[in-house]
């Protein structure tokens, strides 16, 4: 893996992705050597981040109402107050997922992942090919983001969950997640998103922010109970799942990068992309 610095001064643009001051352009979905498996006709640009919470940080633009159609430029998912309420402070460690969509495709369903040990998502051998991989540790992670109806709280993570081990008849199964803040958003999780929604729908979304709060999860009970906190692996890595439910299931695919130890978070590493998960 070759380390970038990508320390950012000043705030970031968290807006749903109406613009991208303060991220880093990866790739798009299409690499090969950042792709592991699921569609290929799923096309969007990818954004890393991280930054130190500031007081004064914001949620551009407005905020659409509940259940409102897109309009293109208005975000949806948390509120602004959420930046800085629950179990986010001022002065905490943010990394920060972004998708754009680029082509006709769109999202509606997102996984924001932690592979503890970096050993789990392994990209393909090409893009298109058949060999990628995806699997789970002990202390592996799981945000659930969705806009889908059955769910309250569009494009906010509804669960976030934490890999067990095994399930009895030796097969990693869903069972074996526990959900530490229940099954609806709160302000308690670790993580916020956003979203910016494809004019007159109020389901696909144009593009999507996630963060993860690397001091939330380390204040968590020590870290042991709710999600490992195991940042200081030099391998672990953060990897998304994006998919469009409005059309199947299997309309998705899945990346991965890595992710700095506390102490180095102005180190931030492209690692591999990673393997295609549908939720059960």
């Not at 950012?8 to 991220?23: M, P, R, T």
């Not at 790739?27 to 592991?36: K, L, R, Y």
């Not at 051998?125 to 659930?144: K, N, R």
């Not at 042991?224 to 953060?238: E, V």
Request: glycine share 16%; with cysteine.
């Amino acid at each position: 893996m070759t380390l970038i610095s990508v320390a950012h001064a000043g705030l970031v643009d968290i807006n749903g992705g109406s613009s991208w001051a303060g991220w880093d352009f990866i790739s798009n979905g299409q690499t090969s050597g950042v792709w592991v498996q699921g569609q290929t006709n799923r096309t969007f640009d990818i954004f890393r981040t991280q930054f130190t919470l500031e007081a004064g940080q914001a949620v551009g633009g407005n905020r659409l109402a509940d259940g409102a159609a897109g309009n293109g430029s208005d975000y949806t998912g948390d509120n602004a107050g959420s930046l800085t309420s629950g179990s986010w402070q001022a002065g905490d460690r943010i990394v920060g997922v972004g998708v754009r969509y680029t082509g006709g495709t769109r999202c509606t369903t997102a996984y924001l992942q932690i592979d503890v040990f970096g050993n789990n998502i392994m990209p393909a051998s090409s893009f298109g090919a058949s060999d990628g991989a995806f699997s789970h540790d002990v202390g592996d992670t799981a945000s659930y983001i969705t806009s889908m109806p059955w769910n309250p709280g569009r494009f906010q993570t509804k669960q976030y969950t934490l890999w067990t081990g095994p399930s009895e008849g030796g097969a990693p199964g869903e069972g074996n997640f526990i959900t530490p803040y229940g099954a609806n958003p709160t302000l308690a999780m670790p993580t916020r998103s956003f979203a910016i929604l494809e004019a007159g729908s109020a389901l696909r979304a144009l593009s999507l922010q996630m963060f993860i709060n690397l001091d939330a999860i380390l204040r968590s009970n020590g870290g042991a109970t709710y999600g490992d906190g195991n940042f200081y692996a030099p391998n672990t890595r953060i990897g998304f799942f994006e998919g469009d439910q409005t059309i199947s299931d299997l309309d998705s695919t899945n990346q991965i990068f890595a992710i700095p130890a506390p102490g180095a978070l102005a180190l931030l590493s492209l690692a591999g992309f990673a393997g295609q998960r549908r939720r059960r």
